[in-house]
C-alpha cells in the first residue's frame, strides 16, 4: 500500500532546512528527495557522523552537544538556513517545533516556517490558556482549575473542589513532565512543589493547572489539518493510551471500538479547536476519555502545535505522506483532499523502540549500538530510524533507536504482523526495550483490545521478562556459534604468523589417531548447562543432557547462520557482544548466553601418551600446577586464553603431573602438548 497521495504541481521550495536530528531529519529528508528538494542537516558536535547528517544533500554545524547549545539555539539554525540559502525551515517535532518565537523569526528573516503561525503556537502553548480559549469554543473540557492565580492556597481550594485524585500539570509542559498524580489532600503541597520544580526546570514556567484524575482514561487525538484558505480537515483519530510514565508506548489508527457517531464528535471538535487558533499546517488534538464505552464523555487535553511521533500510523491507514502535506501547505497551496476524499483503510500500529531497561523503571540506557538489523520493511512493515549499527545513544538526546509500524487490513493482522517483526528485531550493545513490546502487544488487554493509560501497571504480571529456558537445540545453536568463532580465530591467527597450511592451527579436531572431544559450558541466567563435543569431518556430535545429536552449519554472512540440529534447520544470528557474551538471535527468540568455562575432563583430550592437548589456539595465563603434583579429576590444572576469554583445562582423572610444557605467557598452538599426565595408581 502506497503512503503517497497523488499532487498536482512541484513543490516552490528548492532547498529546506530541517532544524532537527534523529528519525524525524530521515523521514522529512525522504520525502523533500522524493519531490526533488534539497535538504539541509544542523547537527551538533556529538551528531557529527550522524545518519541524519548522511540523509540530507548538506549539513551545518550548530554548536556542542547539549542541546540548549544546538538544537535549540534558533539563532545559530536562523543563520545556518540563511547561510545554506535553504527558503524553508522544517522543525520536525520536538526541540523548536513549538516555539512561537522562533516561528516568528523565520517569518521575519524572510524564510518559510514549515508548521502553524506563531500566533497560533502561542495560543495552544500554555495549557491554562488554551483550555479557557477552548471553554470559550465549546470543546469539551476536563473539570479543572486553568485560572492564572497560583498561589499554593488558591490551587489547594481548587483541587478540593474539583474532588481528590487530581492532576497537577505543567501549564507550559509536554511529553508528560511537571505532572503529578495526588491522590489525597495531605499529598498536595509536597506534589505540588514537586511539580513546580519540574516544570521550572523543562520549560522555564512553574505555573500549573489542575484538572480531575481520570483514574483508567483512554488517550484518543485527532490528526487535524488546515491550509491557509480557510480549509479544515481531520485524518480520524489515533489512540495512544498505552503509556509509561504518561509517556507514549504504542499507538494506533483507527482506535478500536470507536463508532462514527463518536469519530463524528471529537472531530468537530478538534476542528472547532483549530478554528479557533486560526490554525495552519498539521496538528493534533488530544483527548481524554473516560471509557471504551461509546456513550462515555470525552475532554480536550492539549493540542499539539506540530508533526506527532505517531503520524505514520495515519500515513497508512489514509495512504497520504503527511510531511509533503506540510510543505505544500506552507508552500500557500490549498489541502490537496477534501474532507470527503480522505478515506480510512486497515489498520496500523505503532511501537516506540528505546534504549531503556523496562525492569528498572525505563531507565534510558547509552552505549554503542554494536549490532542493529531491523526486520525486513515492505508494504505493511515500516522502520523510522535516526541510527545505524555503530552509532551510539549519548545521554544528551532521546533515547529513542526507531519506531516500527506495521499495518493490516484487520487490527489482529498489524499486531500479529508487529509481534511477528518485534521478534525479527534484533539490538546489541545497549538495554532495550524491544522483548517488552513483544510481551505487550502479546496481553490479553492488548489483545481484546481493553485500552486504558494503566495497562502497563494492570498488565504487570505478563510483561515481566520470562525465565522460560528455550528449547534444546538452541542450547545446541549457541555451541556451534562458539565452535565457529574459535575456528575463525585460529585461522586468522595462522595467517598472521604466516603459518596458514599448517594442520597445528585447525580448529576442527583433526588428530594424527584418534577421536577428538571438548566440552562447552552455557549459561542462561541461572541456568548452566555443559555440552560434550565431539569432532567429525562435516561437523559435531554433541550431547547434552542426554540428548545426543549431529551439528553443522553454513556460514551465511559474518554473524548470520544456516544451523543443523539433527533433522531440524533453520537461521541463526550469533553476536559476540562481549569475550564471554553471545547474543543468538533467531526468527521467534532472543537470548544472551555467557560462555563459561571450557573444560577438558574427557579422555578425548588425553592421548595414549597421557597427553593434555591445547582446546585451541592461544596464550597461557596461568599454570596451576607443578611437576610431581598429585591431583584429582577436574582439578584445575593450566588457563588458555584466546579473545580474552579463558580455557581451563582441567585433569581427567586422578593422576600425578609427568611434565609441564608451556610457561605463563607462551603462546600455543591448537592441540598443543600441555602437560604428561600419569594416572594415579
Not at 534510558?364 to 554494536?370: K, S
Not at 499486531?415 to 534484533?426: I, V
Request: aromatic share 6%.
Amino acid at each position: 500500500m502506497s503512503a503517497r497521495t497523488t499532487m498536482r504541481a512541484a513543490i516552490p521550495f528548492q532547498k529546506i532546512l530541517i532544524a532537527n536530528r534523529g528519525e524525524i531529519t530521515c523521514r522529512i529528508a525522504r520525502t523533500a528527495r522524493r519531490l526533488g528538494i534539497t535538504t539541509v542537516a544542523v547537527y551538533s558536535a556529538a551528531d557529527r557522523d550522524s545518519l541524519h547528517v548522511r540523509s540530507c544533500d548538506e549539513a551545518r554545524y550548530i554548536g556542542l552537544p547539549p542541546a540548549t547549545e544546538s538544537y535549540l539555539r534558533g539563532d545559530a539554525i536562523l543563520q545556518a538556513a540563511l547561510d545554506s540559502g535553504a527558503q524553508a525551515i522544517h522543525p520536525g517535532y520536538g526541540f523548536l517545533a513549538e516555539n512561537a518565537e522562533f516561528a516568528a523569526s523565520c517569518v521575519a528573516a524572510g524564510i518559510v516556517f514549515v508548521g502553524p503561525p506563531a500566533a497560533a503556537i502561542r495560543a495552544m502553548g500554555n495549557k491554562s490558556a488554551a483550555k479557557s480559549l477552548m471553554d470559550r469554543a465549546a470543546v469539551p473540557l476536563v473539570p479543572g482549575y486553568h485560572g492564572s492565580q497560583q498561589d499554593d492556597a488558591v490551587l489547594q481550594a481548587a483541587a478540593t473542589r474539583i474532588g481528590y485524585p487530581v492532576l497537577i500539570k505543567a501549564s507550559a509542559g509536554g511529553g508528560g513532565k511537571g505532572m503529578r498524580v495526588v491522590e489525597r489532600a495531605a499529598d498536595f503541597g509536597s506534589q505540588l512543589a514537586g511539580c513546580r520544580r519540574e516544570a521550572a526546570a523543562s520549560f522555564g514556567d512553574d505555573s500549573v493547572l489542575i484538572e480531575k484524575y481520570l483514574a483508567s482514561p483512554r488517550h484518543i487525538e485527532l490528526q487535524i489539518f488546515a491550509d491557509s484558505h480557510g480549509n479544515v480537515v481531520h485524518l480520524f483519530e489515533r489512540d495512544c493510551s498505552v503509556q509509561r510514565r504518561h509517556q507514549k508506548v504504542l499507538e494506533e489508527a483507527p482506535a478500536p471500538g470507536m463508532t462514527e457517531e463518536r469519530r463524528a464528535a471529537m472531530a468537530a471538535a478538534a476542528i472547532a479547536a483549530a478554528r479557533a487558533v486560526n490554525y495552519v499546517g498539521a496538528g493534533t488534538v488530544e483527548f481524554i476519555v473516560e471509557s471504551a464505552a461509546s456513550d462515555a464523555g470525552f475532554y480536550f487535553m492539549e493540542m499539539n502545535t506540530r508533526l506527532q511521533v505517531e503520524h505514520p500510523v495515519t500515513e497508512l491507514v489514509t495512504g497520504t505522506d503527511l510531511v509533503e502535506w506540510q510543505l505544500r501547505v506552507a508552500a500557500g497551496e490549498p489541502l490537496p483532499l477534501t474532507q470527503t476524499a480522505i478515506k480510512l483503510r486497515g489498520h496500523a500500529i505503532e511501537a516506540r523502540i528505546y534504549a531503556e531497561n523496562p525492569d528498572a523503571g525505563f531507565l534510558p540506557d547509552t552505549g554503542r549500538l554494536q549490532h542493529l538489523q531491523p526486520p525486513v520493511e515492505s508494504a505493511s512493515v515500516r522502520v523510522e530510524t535516526g541510527v545505524t549499527a555503530g552509532d551510539t545513544i549519548t545521554p544528551y538526546y532521546d533515547p529513542m533507536i526507531a519506531k516500527l509500524i506495521c499495518w493490516g487490513e484487520t487490527r489482529e493482522l498489524a499486531r500479529s504482523r508487529l509481534a511477528a517483526a518485534l521478534a525479527q528485531y534484533q539490538i546489541v550493545g545497549v538495554t532495550n526495550n524491544v522483548g517488552f513490546l513483544r510481551r505487550l502487544v502479546e496481553t490479553e488487554s492488548f489483545r481484546k483490545p481493553t485500552l486504558d493509560t494503566r495497562l502497563i501497571e494492570r498488565e504487570a504480571a505478563a510483561l515481566k521478562a520470562s525465565n522460560r529456558m528455550p528449547a534444546t537445540r538452541l542450547w545446541f545453536a549457541a555451541a556451534v556459534a562458539q565452535l565457529l568463532r574459535e575456528a575463525d580465530q585460529g585461522s586468522l591467527e595462522a595467517l598472521r604468523k604466516g603459518e596458514g597450511h599448517s594442520p597445528w592451527w585447525r580448529s576442527d579436531g583433526w588428530r594424527l589417531n584418534g577421536t577428538a572431544g571438548r566440552q562447552l559450558e552455557l549459561q542462561l541466567g541461572e541456568t548452566t548447562r555443559t555440552v560434550a563435543i565431539e569432532y567429525l569431518p562435516d561437523g559435531w556430535r554433541a550431547t547434552l543432557d542426554g540428548q545426543t545429536e549431529i551439528l553443522r552449519a553454513r556460514v551465511r554472512s559474518a554473524s548470520d547462520l544456516w544451523v543443523s540440529v539433527g533433522a531440524e534447520s533453520f537461521a541463526a544470528t550469533a553476536v559476540f557482544s562481549a569475550p564471554t557474551t553471545l547474543n543468538l538471535f533467531t526468527a521467534t527468540e532472543q537470548h544472551r548466553f555467557e560462555l563459561g568455562r571450557r573444560s577438558i575432563s574427557s579422555d578425548d583430550y588425553t592421548d595414549s601418551g597421557g597427553h593434555l592437548r591445547a582446546p585451541l589456539p592461544g596464550r597461557v595465563i596461568a599454570v596451576l600446577t607443578t611437576v610431581g603434583s598429585s591431583v584429582t579429576k577436574d582439578t584445575p590444572l593450566i588457563v588458555v586464553e584466546a579473545m580474552k576469554m579463558e580455557h581451563t583445562v582441567l585433569a581427567p582423572r586422578d593422576g600425578r603431573i609427568a611434565a609441564i610444557h608451556y610457561e605463563v605467557g607462551d603462546s600455543v598452538q591448537i592441540n598443543a602438548d600441555l602437560i604428561e599426565f600419569e594416572t594415579g595408581k
